[in-house]
């Protein structure tokens, strides 16, 4: 069974920090791994999906890396502002067509 | 999130009483699926069906059933709630290819005493 785990749980930021999320999977046989966003009390909106033959995916200030020999992606967020204060989520798919959810980190942006 | 649209936002049930949660998406999406999310354990998969006709379970899929009535709508259905089924749920699709996203609709927060 798919097991993603992110880390950090939270993390707090002064505006204007870039900044590194990190989602790790166990199994490589992934078809691809997706990142959202979810702000409190909403669903997840898809920021990023890189395919399991991309190494990078970008989005504004969004770059999403893969890494799947070591099971790894990130989630690079640049010049962060206030606005982004969210939870992260990660997914990796694999075949069956479902996706397996990172638990997501908690970020607060501040002024 | 408009596209996914989850009837209804909140409800409350007893222990026994039974409910539907509706979920309709209007992208002409193949793929639709029923998530819950509870504090510390992140979002699990219910059940999923990947094209019209077709339904899967997925993780946790114990105490609910579902039913693809047609391709836009996907209702999940829950006979005799018990307070473990309170959560928020999750309705989502895909367009169904392996480079489509997960599209999600707002949740349901659903409260079993």
């Known amino acids: 069974k798919q097991e993603v785990t992110q880390i950090p749980a939270a993390l707090s930021v002064p505006e204007g920090e870039n900044l590194v999320l990190n989602c790790s999977f166990t199994?490589?046989?992934?078809?691809?791994l997706q990142w959202f966003r979810q702000d409190p009390g909403k669903g997840l909106t898809s920021l990023l999906l890189?395919?399991?033959?991309?190494r990078e995916q970008t989005s504004g200030r969004l770059n999403a890396s893969l890494d799947k020999s070591s099971g790894r992606s990130t989630l690079y967020i640049a010049a962060s502002q206030p606005g982004d204060s969210a939870t992260y989520l990660c997914?990796?798919?694999?075949?069956?067509?479902?996706?397996?959810f990172g638990k997501g980190t908690s970020l607060l942006v501040t002024p | 999130n408009a596209g996914v649209t989850q009837t209804p936002k909140f409800q409350v049930l007893k222990t026994g009483q039974s409910m539907t949660l509706q979920c309709a998406q209007d992208?002409?999406?193949?793929?639709m699926y029923w998530y819950r999310q509870d504090p510390g354990m992140g979002l699990r998969l219910i059940y999923y069906?990947?094209?019209?006709?077709?339904?899967d379970k997925g993780e946790v899929p114990n105490g609910y059933n579902v039913s693809r009535l047609n391709k836009r709508e996907f209702s999940l259905r829950l006979e005799s709630a018990a307070p473990s089924q309170t959560s928020v749920y999750f309705c989502?699709?895909?367009?169904?290819?392996?480079?489509?996203?997960?599209?999600f609709g707002n949740g349901t927060r659903l409260t079993v005493t």
């Open positions: 997914a990796a798919m694999n075949s069956g067509y479902a996706l397996n």
């Open positions: 199994d490589s046989a992934i078809y691809n």
């Open positions: 890189i395919q399991s033959s991309q």
């Open positions: 992208m002409n999406h193949n793929s």
């Open positions: 069906s990947a094209s019209e006709g077709t339904t």
């Open positions: 989502a699709c895909r367009r169904g290819a392996l480079d489509s996203p997960l599209h």
